[in-house]
Structure formats: C-alpha cells, structure tokens
Nanobody
Framework: QVQLVESGGGSVQAGGSLKLSCAAR????????KGWYRQTPGKEREQISR???????RYADSVKGRFIISQDNAKNTAYLQMNSLKTEDTAVYYC?????????????????WGQGTQVTVSS
C-alpha cells in the first residue's frame, strides 16, 4: 500500500499552465503504474491519465494534447503537467498508485485516496 500526497494546484487564467506533483513515501511506487484523476461537484471521479510501468501513457480525450503525465522514480514522485488550461478543467485532482499495466494483479500497487489538490481555471 502506498500513501500519496498531491500538491501544486492553484488558481490560473484560461490558457495558463500548472504542474501537479504526487509524492509517495514508499519506494515501491516506482514499480507501479500511476494515475491522475479529477472530480467536480456532482460528478464521479474520472481518470484523466495513466502511466504504465513500461512508460506507456494514456489520456482521456478531454485532456489529450494538453496534459502530460511523467515520473521521477528517484524522487518517488509522479507529475501532471497541465497546459492550455480551460475553465472546464476546474476540479479537485487526485493521484493513485496503479497496477503496472491495465489488467495486471499487483496488490502492493494500491493507494487510498488522498485529499487531492484544487485546480481553478478562470476566464
């Protein structure tokens, strides 16, 4: 099990950029897939990006071409670079430790939801 802390959120004008960080205390995080999620009031939490342990990246259509997921395993940290932000990107953003690839079984690559970090985009 991995404990994660999200940071880097804030308020930004539409068209601006933010970089979110997801820091893990446990070194096993380097062996896991990483995911970023977001949630707005009245909506379910949705996955917007996934990074497999082999480097494969996946993005929701809503953020494709604008967001980039990455990691620094030496720092046990994952990142989400958000560019060309839109007002509809406003949400609380969460990260998670995931199985190395979709469909894999890896009980150690599990993280309870943290507090998330708020991103607010204004026009």
């Amino acid at each position: 099990q991995v404990q994660l802390v999200e940071s880097g959120g804030g308020s930004v004008q539409a068209g601006g950029s933010l970089k979110l960080s997801c820091a893990a205390r446990e070194s096993i995080f380097r062996n896991c897939g990483k995911g970023w999620y977001r949630q707005t009031p009245g909506k379910e939490r949705e996955q917007i990006s996934r990074l497999d342990s082999d480097g494969t990246t996946r993005y929701a259509d809503s953020v494709k071409g604008r967001f980039i997921i990455s990691q620094d395993n030496a720092k046990n940290t994952a990142y989400l670079q958000m560019n060309s932000l839109k007002t509809e990107d406003t949400a609380v953003y969460y990260c998670a430790a995931l199985a190395p690839a979709p469909g894999d079984f890896s009980p150690t690559c599990f993280s309870p939801w943290g507090q998330g970090t708020q991103v607010t985009v204004s026009s």
